[in-house]
Structure formats: C-alpha cells, structure tokens
C-alpha cells in the first residue's frame, strides 16, 4: 500500500531540516527523508580522541541576542528550539601579505566598528557610514518589495529608493569607488568575500554589505554544543508537529506526470506519495539523475545548466595538547590572505599548490568549556573550486592532503608567532572529495550556486514564482534563493515550506 503525504521532503540538511519542520508545524502531514544515519550533512559535529569538532559553522548570522532577534533567531523561537547559544565578542582579524598587506582586528557593534576603522585607515569614517547607511536604504526598499509580494511600482523605487536603483545588482568594488573609500578601509571591509564566495568585482553590493552590517549589528553567535545541536533540534522538531523522518532511506527518483510531481521512489523500491515535494538536493542533480528527461521543462534545464556549481572546502581539524593561552592564541578566527586583490584569490582557488587564502579558528577563544582543561580545538578552512582535486591522483591524495596542511600549519606560525606542530594530539583532514562523499554534492561543494550578478540573491527572490515549473516540485538548501550557508539555508528552509503552504491554501 503506497503511503501519501501532504509534504514530502529530501535531505536532512538545514535547509531540508528547516523545511520539514516548518512544514509539519503549520498543519502539514510530513515525512522527511535521509540517505545517511543521522540528520545534519554539513552542520554536524564528531570525535577524535578526546576532542569533539564542529564540521563546517564558523559563526551564525542574523540569530541575534533577545533583545534584538534577527531572522534566525525568530524562525527558531517559532519552532520551540531549545538552544544553548554563544555571543561572538569580537568580529574578525585579518592578516595579509605582500602590497598593501595589513594586520588588524575589529570589534562588534556598528559604532565601535565604524571608530576602529578610522583609527585603522584614517580618514575612512565619512564613506564606511555612507556605505552602511545604503544597507538601510536596501533594507528599506526590499521591505516594500516583498510586501506587496515582489508586485512593485518602479516609479516608486525611483522616488522613494532611489539608492537602492543604484546599487542593486551593483558589483562592491564599483560603490566602494563611489564613496571614495580609502584603499586600507576597502581592504579591511571585504574581509568576508569569501563567505559567499565571489570576488568583490563579481559580488552585488547591496547581499554584501546586508550581510556584514547585520553581522556587526547584531552580532554573531555559536552553539554551545556545535552545529549538531541545531540539528538534532530541528529533527525533533519535525517529531514533536507531528511529521515523519525516516533515516537510510535514499530516495532514487521523483514521479513526475504531466509536470507534477506527486511522489518519490526510495533505493529499496518503496514508492510514497505527496502533494508537494521539496527537494535539499540541487536543481543540477535532480534533472540529471531522479526525474525523467521528458517531464523536465526546456526553461528549467537550460538555467540549471547556467549556473555554475559553488566552491568546495579543505578542512582539517586539530585537537591541541596545551591550552590557548599556552599557544599564545587571543583571536577566535583570523583571515589569512597572500594578497588583498579578491580576483586574484579566487581565480588561485583553482590551485591546490597556489591558493593563497584560509582562515583558522580557535573554538575555546568563544566557547571555553569546548575541550578538556588544557587543551584546545582548532580548525582551518580552506575554499577550492571543486575541480582543483580532480587532477590528483588516488596514489597521490594522501600526501597531498599533508603537504598543504604541513604548509598552511608554517605559514600560520611565520604570521602569528604562535607554534602549533608540537603540539597536535588529534588531527582530521577533510578535502572535496571528502565533502563529495558523506554529502553528495556535485564537486564536493559546501556553497551552492555561485551568485553572479545575472543569478544573486535579488534575480533569484524577484524570480522565485517563474522558477520551477514541475508543478508541486520545490527546492531549498544552499541553491535556494537567499543562497547558501547556515542562515541562508534555514531562510530558504522556511520559504520553502511557507510556498508550499501558501498553495495548499489556495488548492494548488
């Protein structure tokens, strides 16, 4: 007997996580599916010795404290998480080299952060408040926007927001030239390209500096217990409303007749129903491998086709034998970079032997109870495109692996003073094909889609109703809308489940 859903949901991911849950808790019958054991992909955390790493979260944007919840924060207050969160008190150091290089840290708080910056590239303050204040002007004009449901009057955008006309869809360098920018403050302030992954010729102004001025704002945060936390009360979540989720479960295809999907077929051949299917595995993946070719409309394919698949990551996780006071580490995370020019970086991620970029972190600097007394967790990050490891060879992967990880251990030590090799009791390492394993992704990408200008988060939001034309069909995660990582993919999580929402209302 087939068993039918209102929802059905693939992947566990957060944005999948998100979906479900949000489904199940606004009335939807919901089943959440899972190839792996556990939920999480990305956003776990595992052991080594007597250390336990948190995989892949940096920092959380957009939770915020209670007095000022940001989006993530509301979304998981809604579904009744029980969360134990960390404030972040420091924003980041960056340390670069060659011309132009610099070694600074800057504060949370948009006040402290605007001073730090005139002390750090005088002259600076006037454009780096003029560039926060058109963050506002987004804010504002993307308020009218999606209150009227993306219907909008260009002519009141011309009036009433003019500046967002202006630097919507606007590469960062260009505004950055505008405001006259110091060159020391322009630099300092694009310590975060990599977290979407762009260079700031190719990055749109107003996602960036929405982002970074949230996270000065409001500040960030880390879960006490890593990212599995979040996780694991997501799943509950989807239980406690009532949905489903079944784990070693691997779903194969997804029925589509006449352009609708009404159902999915798991690795062992069940067969399962639903009105709505909402897709954690990228738009690329389900056309090539799980829907017939014929049900896949030309407009939909041709756009996948388009985007390019998101950068990949090199990780290795240390669990160090003396303390961080005893390493001499202050800084929770710092920026590493061979050079300020973001075009240059990103074309080098291409590179095994020349990327120039990684940062390293030191968990107990935010979470001190993290490993055991006299000791501490580190872990480094390092962006790649995907297809930098393909070209290595299976006899030559290991080795490979140590010979980076022994450079950027060096090139860690030369920049801080700080001596690290003496003093590894744990390590992990973790290269694309790694990612590419235990998440399935095309590559071995972390991120998603890259958000060109033509496809950034704007095109995409603007777009989101023509998008998809398997009918019932839906698609969260880090290739969804507001693009990828952590806060990102619960958004889309939730958009994902509210459209569903929205449709089952109105009968569709």
Not at 43 to 68: I, K, M, N, V, W
Not at 136 to 164: M, P
Not at 300 to 319: E, I, K, P, Q, T
Request: glycine share 8%; with cysteine.
């Amino acid at each position: 007997m087939v068993k039918n859903y209102d929802v059905i949901v693939i992947g566990a991911g957060n944005g999948g996580l998100t979906a479900a849950a949000r489904s199940a808790h606004m009335g939807m019958k919901t089943l959440l599916l899972e190839k792996h054991n556990i939920p999480g992909g990305c956003a776990s955390s595992f052991r080594r010795g007597r250390f336990e790493f948190e995989t892949a979260l940096h920092e959380l944007a957009e939770y915020g404290g209670p007095e000022d919840r940001g989006e993530i924060r509301r979304l998981f207050d809604k579904l009744g998480l029980e969360l134990e969160m960390i404030e972040m008190k420091h924003a980041f150091r960056t340390i670069v080299t060659g011309p132009d290089g610099f070694d600074a840290a800057v504060p949370m708080g948009m006040e402290a952060f605007i001073q730090k910056m005139e002390v750090l590239s005088p002259g600076s303050e006037k454009s780096v408040r003029q560039c926060f204040a058109l963050a506002d002007d987004c804010s504002n004009a993307l308020r009218y926007i999606f209150k009227n449901k993306g219907v909008y009057d260009r002519d009141v955008l011309l009036r009433d927001h003019s500046n967002f006309m202006k630097v919507a869809n606007t590469p960062v360098t260009e505004v950055f030239e505008a405001l006259r920018m110091p060159t020391a403050a322009r630099n300092i302030l694009s310590t975060y390209w990599s977290y979407i992954g762009l260079p700031l010729t190719k990055f749109d102004f107003m996602l960036y500096i929405l982002m970074v001025k949230r996270y000065i704002e409001i500040h960030a945060y880390i879960p006490k217990m890593r990212s599995h936390d979040i996780t694991l009360a997501l799943a509950d979540a989807v239980y406690r409303f009532g949905g489903d989720v079944w784990y070693n479960t691997e779903v194969k295809r997804i029925l589509v007749k006449d352009r609708r999907a009404y159902g999915v077929v798991t690795a062992n051949g069940e067969e399962v129903h639903a009105r709505h299917i909402i897709s954690n595995i990228s738009h690329k993946t389900v056309f090539a491998n799980m829907i017939d070719r014929e049900q896949i409309p030309a407009q939909d394919l041709n756009l996948a086709r388009a985007r390019s698949v998101g950068l990949s990551s090199f990780d290795f996780y240390m669990g160090m034998s003396k303390s961080p006071e005893e390493l001499g580490i202050e800084d929770y995370c710092i920026f590493f970079a061979d050079t300020v020019d973001t075009d240059d970086l990103y074309d080098r991620f291409s590179d095994i032997e020349r990327n120039g970029r990684f940062t390293m972190n030191c968990m107990n600097i935010a979470n001190p109870g993290c490993s055991p007394e006299g000791t501490s967790l580190m872990w480094c990050t390092m962006l790649f495109k995907g297809e930098a490891w393909n070209a290595v060879k299976p006899e030559n992967y290991n080795k490979t692996k140590r010979n980076l990880v022994m450079r950027v251990i060096k090139e860690y030590e030369r920049l801080t003073g700080n001596i690290l090799s003496d003093s590894i009791e744990e390590i992990a390492i973790a290269a694309p094909p790694t990612f590419a394993r235990y998440i399935g992704t095309p590559n071995g990408s972390i991120y998603g889609y890259e958000p060109f200008l033509w496809d950034g988060m704007m095109p995409r939001m603007l777009a989101a109703g023509e998008e998809n034309n398997i009918q019932g069909l839906h698609f969260c995660g880090g290739h969804g809308e507001r693009l990828h990582g952590f806060s990102s993919a619960y958004s889309n999580g939730d958009s994902a489940a509210r459209i569903v929402a929205a449709e089952m209302k109105e009968g569709r």
